[in-house]
């Protein structure tokens, strides 16, 4: 399997504002999954978008996918000061899921 | 329905002494994984199993490393002998089918002195 390569590392915005991550990944793969991860806590999944898909929303959270570019993005809308965690996206292919070093989130009030 | 439950949650011990994590995943979730996260290196996949069966342990960093899974609802990974290098959170996650969303539990916090 393949790591997903998460950016930016850190990202620290005001309350409100919309937060976007992206993630690129290096060879073929069936979907892409991206997860939260809370202090302390497991991670958590968001969302999973399909290789044939090119876009999904899942509440405040808008995903893109572009395979001829091997990239994905993470937009969160209308940030809360819960949305505060790291973020990782997981490539999937036939050999399951790798994870890389995620983008941490910081929500200002 | 219970997710996935790890214990212990945190773990405090000297180098040499063996330590053993445990997990038991969602019932009826055929694959279970061992995770292993760090500042440095993120997280790091140790070992895979699906139907109780190991499946992929490439990951695991040497011999010292041992998981095993006697039946569906139990998994076990062992340290022995427990070096500080291995001082890291240590996460079991499972899912029903290999490419599916996992689900993870809240990690065991390990600290060797």
């Known amino acids: 399997s393949q790591q997903g390569e998460e950016d930016p590392q850190a990202l620290s915005i005001q309350e409100g504002e919309n937060a976007t991550m992206n993630c690129s990944y290096k060879?073929?793969?069936?979907?892409l999954q991206w997860y939260r991860q809370n202090s302390g806590r497991g991670l958590v999944h968001l969302i999973l978008i399909r290789s044939n898909e090119r876009e999904k929303h899942s509440g405040r959270l808008r995903v893109t996918l572009d395979t001829s570019k091997k990239s994905s993005s993470l937009l969160i809308t209308a940030s809360r000061a819960a949305d505060t965690a790291s973020y990782f996206c997981a490539p999937g292919s036939a050999d399951g899921l790798t994870f890389g070093k995620g983008t941490h989130l910081i929500i200002q009030p | 329905d219970a997710g996935v439950i790890q214990s212990p949650r945190h773990e405090v011990t000297e180098m040499g002494q063996e330590v053993t994590l445990r997990c038991k995943p969602i019932s009826g979730h055929d694959y279970l994984f061992w995770y292993r996260q760090t500042m440095m290196r993120g997280l790091e996949l140790l070992i895979y199993f699906n139907n109780n069966v190991p499946i992929d342990d490439s990951g695991m960093p040497e011999d010292r490393f041992s998981a095993k899974m006697p039946n569906a609802s139990f998994s076990t990974l062992k340290i022995q002998p427990s070096e500080p290098r291995d001082s890291a959170v240590y996460f079991c996650?499972?899912?029903?089918?290999?490419?599916?969303?996992?689900?993870f539990g809240d990690g065991t916090r390990l600290s060797i002195l």
């Open positions: 996650a499972s899912t029903p089918s290999g490419n599916q969303p996992q689900h």
């Open positions: 060879t073929s793969i069936n979907n």
